[in-house]
């Protein structure tokens, strides 16, 4: 060890899961979900300012949930939940994109809205979902309605893109700043939603169906610095990593 250097304890929480996700402004913290879970708890990641340094610094974390997402769907579990939006804290008011992304055990996508006043109770606002259906291989639009089709495997696990621009899309008219939201089903699919953020909307881009054969998908991960390249694992601690260059 180097004299002087390492590290105390300061503080825990229960997030009633075996994994955690980060906002990208590292205000936030939630548990991962994929336990059955009937809700994701949101806890705040608190800094404060401290003499001589130019940026607030670590402090605590909040000892109990702060904002709660509790699927619209209610009989349905949270398989999967991560936080996405600006990565600088020092945006102020309407400026601030906080995202909280909820894949559903039955095949639903929920975004919900985090950029509320959470000191004054004030709960999460949904803004708009999607569903994973089987017919969508062919790039159907997700917000349509789909009557009497069946949901293709249970949501395992959901990853998101840093935001990223695209040119007019002529079939899907998606167009603007966007999220690419990445969806692991439990029949070894990849499902590929856009979220505009202009308008507020989820929509299905296109599937891979048996993407790991018969292994399973375990984890998602997207190129930090384009939205462009996507990475899976399989699951039960494969070694295999796959990549995916996305169009």
């Known amino acids: 060890a180097v004299a002087g250097r390492g590290a105390a304890a300061a503080g825990s929480v229960n997030t009633?899961?075996?994994g955690i996700r980060l906002s990208p402004c590292g205000s936030f913290?939630?548990?991962?979900?994929?336990?059955?879970a009937a809700e994701a708890k949101i806890f705040e990641v608190r800094r404060k300012k401290v003499k001589g340094q130019s940026e607030p610094v670590f402090d605590s974390i909040s000892t109990r949930s702060v904002m709660t997402l509790v699927p619209r769907t209610t009989s349905s579990k949270i398989a999967d939940v991560v936080l996405?939006?600006?990565?600088?804290?020092?945006?102020?008011?309407?400026l601030k994109l906080r995202l909280g992304i909820v894949a559903c055990e039955d095949g639903s996508i929920e975004a919900w809205d985090l950029n509320v006043d959470y000191r004054q109770n004030e709960d999460p606002k949904f803004i708009c979902s999607a569903r994973v259906y089987d017919n969508i291989a062919e790039g159907d639009d997700a917000t349509a309605v789909f009557q009497g089709m069946e949901v293709v495997g249970m949501a395992a696990s959901i990853a998101v893109s840093p935001s990223s621009s695209a040119e007019k899309n002529n079939?899907?008219?998606h167009g603007g700043a966007f999220y690419r939201i990445a969806v692991a089903t439990d029949d070894s699919a990849l499902h590929l939603f856009l979220y505009n953020i202009q308008k507020a909307e989820l929509s299905m881009d296109f599937s891979i169906k048996q993407s790991h054969r018969e292994e399973g998908v375990g984890e998602l991960q997207f190129c930090p610095f384009s939205g462009n390249v996507l990475?899976?694992?399989g699951k039960n601690n494969s070694?295999?990593?796959?990549s995916w260059k996305l169009s």
Do not use: M
Request: hydrophobic fraction near 15%.
């Open 16 to 18: 009633n899961s075996p």
């Open 29 to 36: 913290l939630c548990g991962r979900g994929g336990i059955g």
């Open 84 to 94: 996405c939006g600006s990565a600088d804290r020092r945006d102020s008011g309407n």
């Open 171 to 173: 079939k899907h008219g």
């Open 231 to 233: 990475y899976s694992t």
């Open 239 to 242: 070694r295999d990593v796959f």
